[in-house]
């Protein structure tokens, strides 16, 4: 017999199967959605084949704000978007999962978000926020949102699985800003793949309002019926590009120098070292290499920066000029996170390859091996005051 669930949650959660069970989704709805929620669960049932889950519907009152994590202009009707995706994934991580920990206790219970449009940008997007969940279902998932695309490309899910799913006709939709969604779905799924996630994009007949209910418990389903994903880092990282404003200047010049300084004195020597700093990390090395076209970014994890990048376009190639991480932040699997994020960038730039160069005598040589870098060709480069730089030239095809 399932437990009374009436007088333990707030009015706008409605509770679909026994609390109790193991696997827990959380899904944001509206009252259209609310009305098809016994048929979404029955079709899980039947696909799944079993009853070790359940559905916590959260009734949102205001569609285009409560799910959406920053504003944007409106896209149909003269009705804008708003900002309180952060409030409702506070109520469903710091309420509603208390709620049903606490009162409804089970050993190894996992918690899934999930959502179809709007609701489907937010679970992706909470995904992003917190390792809470263990996967992620975003149906039909409105990717169109300005702003998402460039946000996709700077973080990193920390869910283990995400299911991804569109209609073949939405990309057809008469709303140009739209019909862009699938090329930004598509998008997605490569990033999400270059991070090493376990995911998976399927089509479905249909526009964006056809079945609904069948397409989520499809992907309810898909997360319940896959295995762990397994080994690797928590993805606690985070990608912020650097402007040209001095101040953030003056933060990465400091960053980057000491990283170096630490990492590179015991191979160049502090002579050396102390010369290249000057010559490629300080304030106005920095601010002539962004006016060159260069993409600075900060790596951070937890608040904190843990390391840096840089990056351009070189002829037919993305040429990756500094990767650094703090030492206390190596060995954590951020390399081969910017290494995806890399992957992206120079997809966008249509370019087939990665190049770098790096010190022969740095141990970052197997690192870059093992991300699937190969050596092709050795090279010496004068720089000045007696000092040379003895690389080995790497490449990672595309």
Not at 54 to 67: I, K, Q, R, T
Not at 134 to 147: F, I, K, N, R
Not at 186 to 192: A, D, I, S, V
């Amino acid at each position: 017999m399932q437990p009374d669930v009436k007088n333990i949650f707030p009015s706008i959660v409605e509770i679909y199967g026994d609390i109790r069970r193991e696997n827990c989704f959380i899904q944001p709805v509206d009252e259209h959605d609310l009305g098809l929620m016994e048929s979404e669960f029955e079709e899980i049932k039947k696909m799944h084949g079993s009853e070790d889950f359940c559905v916590a519907a959260v009734a949102v009152s205001d569609w285009n704000s409560d799910l959406t994590p920053w504003c944007a202009p409106p896209v149909f009707g003269n009705d804008p978007f708003g900002d309180k995706a952060p409030e409702t994934l506070r109520f469903i991580l710091y309420d509603l999962i208390p709620l049903i920990e606490k009162n409804y206790p089970s050993a190894g219970r996992k918690f899934y978000v999930c959502g179809y449009s709007l609701a489907g940008l937010f679970a992706l997007w909470a995904s992003f926020q917190t390792d809470r969940f263990e996967g992620v279902a975003a149906v039909s998932p409105s990717l169109w949102y300005e702003g998402w695309t460039q946000y996709a490309e700077e973080h990193f899910t920390k869910a283990k699985r995400v299911y991804l799913s569109l209609g073949e006709k939405e990309e057809k939709a008469k709303n140009k800003i739209m019909a862009a969604v699938g090329d930004a779905l598509r998008h997605q799924y490569e990033l999400l793949k270059a991070q090493g996630a376990d995911c998976v994009l399927e089509w479905n007949p249909g526009n964006h309002f056809a079945d609904s209910d069948m397409r989520t418990a499809k992907g309810m389903a898909w997360l319940l019926a896959g295995k762990k994903r397994s080994g690797g880092a928590k993805s606690d990282l985070e990608l912020e590009k650097l402007s040209d404003g001095d101040v953030q200047i003056a933060r990465m010049s400091k960053l980057a120098s000491g990283i170096v300084k630490e990492y590179y004195d015991p191979i160049l020597g502090s002579g050396q070292n102390d010369y290249m700093i000057k010559m490629f990390q300080s304030e106005d090395a920095i601010k002539g290499q962004l006016r060159h076209g260069y993409n600075y970014y900060f790596a951070r994890s937890e608040g904190k920066d843990v390391g840096f990048f840089a990056f351009y376009k070189r002829d037919d190639e993305l040429y990756l000029s500094k990767l650094y991480l703090k030492k206390d932040s190596r060995g954590k699997g951020f390399s081969k996170m910017i290494l995806g994020f890399l992957v992206s960038q120079a997809k966008q730039m249509k370019v087939r390859r990665i190049t770098l160069n790096v010190n022969k005598y740095n141990r970052s040589v197997d690192v870059y091996k093992k991300l699937g870098f190969e050596i092709i060709r050795s090279e010496k480069n004068d720089i000045g005051h007696g000092y040379y730089m003895d690389d080995y030239v790497m490449s990672y095809d595309i």
